[in-house]
């Protein structure tokens, strides 16, 4: 059987299917369905520095081939993850990576300080989220913001480093050399894009915070298409995301030029994706003659 192993700043997965933030939770009811280890990692819900009851409903919308949200980061907090939720996470075999969130960069400088010293495998710096500072504007939209808060962050994180990339930008390989120049060790890309859905008889918008983040499958073509564009820019590997939920879709996007996969949206539809997907993603690599997956990543052949 081919070798699904890959490894991402120096961390090696069993193979390249990560649960991505936000749709995971901290792991605790999907271990119902099955071993978390089937998965080669869980990018946690992301987390900030103090508790967050997150966004009034309603705060989830769907769309066309995937879905809106708002939810608004309600998560417990930086230590009430570390002394509660990363314990029975280290015991479920299989790699934790911590995204945080912030509004400020002392924000992250502190979460990234406090997980240094902590049991993850690596740090998820999501910087989709609001610079209060600077009126609202966002860190990751900004070859200046990006690098502004990737080496802020960098100086207190001794954890690999994923920097999660905004889509919402008009050059995604500007935005990822930046990235990389400030001392990101990979990238995670791509965070939703922005949508907004309105409900015609009330006409009011249907998410109480007007606008949410859209993911599924509706996203899945931008996402290959910027994948690709940055990683024929930086030397750092990308975690590749937004819309996958085949395994056609993990083998499409690690040719784009990513290193592993991030699976999110469809885990609401799907809770046992990950193995379909990885059951599918065997059986083309042995039926193709491939040894081992790292074998896809970057093997477009572009015109």
């Known amino acids: 059987m081919a070798d699904l192993k890959v490894t991402v700043a120096g961390v090696e997965f069993a193979n390249p299917l990560i649960a991505a933030s936000g749709t995971f939770g901290f792991g605790h009811e999907y271990s119902e369905f099955y071993p978390l280890s089937t998965l080669g990692g869980i990018s946690c819900k992301g987390i900030t ?77 999501n910087i989709s989220c609001p610079n209060v500072k600077q ?16 080496s802020a962050v960098r100086k207190y994180c001794r954890k690999p480093l994923v920097v999660k990339l905004s889509p919402n930008v008009s050059d995604i390989g500007e935005i990822a050399v930046a990235a990389e120049a400030a001392g990101a060790d990979a990238l995670s890309m791509i965070n939703t894009l922005t949508g907004m859905r309105i409900d015609i008889r009330t006409r009011r918008p249907i998410i109480r915070n007007n606008t949410g983040g859209l993911s599924g499958p509706a996203v899945f073509p931008v996402a290959v298409r910027m994948v690709w564009q940055a990683s024929s820019r930086v030397h750092i590997p990308i975690i590749g995301m937004g819309g996958v939920s085949r395994w056609e879709d993990v083998v499409e996007l690690m040719l784009a030029g990513a290193s592993a996969i991030q699976i999110g949206t469809v885990l609401f539809s799907d809770p046992y994706a990950p193995v379909k997907i990885l059951d599918g993603l065997r059986s083309y690599l042995d039926s193709n003659g491939i040894a081992s997956v790292t074998e896809l990543t970057g093997k477009i052949q572009a015109y």
């Open 49 to 125: 520095l103090k508790e967050r009851p997150g966004n009034p409903p309603p705060r989830i919308a769907e769309t066309p081939s995937g879905m809106l949200n708002a939810v608004g980061l309600q998560n417990p907090g930086v230590d009430h993850f570390i002394e509660k939720d990363l314990p029975w996470l280290r015991q479920q075999g299989t790699k934790i990576l911590a995204n945080i969130a912030g509004n400020t960069p002392e924000e992250y400088c502190q979460m990234a300080e406090k997980l240094s010293d902590s049991d993850v495998d690596m740090v998820e710096l």
């Open 135 to 150: 009126g609202g504007v966002q860190f990751g939209t900004s070859c200046a913001g990006v690098e502004g808060i990737v």
